[in-house]
Antibody
């Protein structure tokens, strides 16, 4: 199993960024996928989850209305569209795989993360 | 939302000694219909992503050494490392997956 995030970088407050997570080594279309972030020196914060078929999506309150999780099962890729970025969104963003099918499950594989910095 | 609170925030233990980390949820994560606790533990070493250690509160993930064990039910849980090794220095997080999967704040484990 391999999860490789990309798309991070430096962006000004109020601007947008799209993260991608390329998955391989498992049947991507049968697992829920997650985004988790970690601000520098801080703990883990779950950001969003998408069901295996994309029909269900849930978000932490702090990103609702600004972030959108999506997936393309034909490309084995997970996305996170981040709009109206704020300084407090600065973090390493990890994608993670659900351990089994279901809305809420533990995460058995994680990517190495991509850093998002929001600064003017 | 179910809030997870870990204690202590940091811990120093001698090599070969037992390390114990506690985790408390703001409401029960025991699902009565299957009698399972929706609680996981992760280990995060510096510069690395987290690694799943335990799920269902006490089931070790494949490949995790048996010195790691989890216990507890309902709202109170414990991660125990029976004999601390140098490679166990890390931050440990509990997580509930009964609902939207919030993490505890983390416990930093160091060598005394």
């Amino acid at each position: 199993v391999q999860l490789v995030e990309s798309g991070g970088g430096v962006v000004q407050p109020g601007r947008s960024l799209r993260l991608s997570c390329a998955a391989s080594g498992f049947t991507f279309s049968t697992y829920g996928m997650y985004w988790v972030r970690q601000a520098p020196g801080k703990g883990l914060e779950w950001v969003a989850v998408i069901s295996y078929d994309g029909s269900k999506k849930y978000y932490v309150d702090s990103v609702k209305g600004r972030f959108t999780i999506s997936r393309d099962n034909s490309k084995n890729t997970l996305y996170l569209q981040m709009n109206s970025l704020r300084a407090e969104d600065r973090a390493v963003y990890y994608c993670a795989k659900g351990h089994w099918q279901g809305d809420y499950v533990p995460f058995d594989y994680w990517g190495q993360g991509t850093l998002v910095t929001v600064s003017s | 939302d179910i809030v997870m609170t870990q204690s202590p925030d940091s811990l120093a233990v001698s090599l070969g000694e037992r390390a114990t980390i506690n985790c408390k949820s703001s409401q029960s994560v025991l699902y009565r219909s299957n009698n399972k606790n929706y609680l996981a533990w992760y280990q995060q070493k510096p510069g690395q992503p987290p690694k799943l250690l335990i799920y269902w509160a006490s089931t070790r993930e494949s490949g995790v050494p048996d010195r790691f064990s989890g216990s507890g039910s309902g709202t109170d849980f414990t991660l125990t490392i029976s004999s601390l090794q140098a490679e166990d220095v890390a931050v440990y997080y509990c997580q509930q997956y009964y609902s939207t999967p919030f993490f505890g704040q983390g416990t930093k484990l160091e060598i005394k």
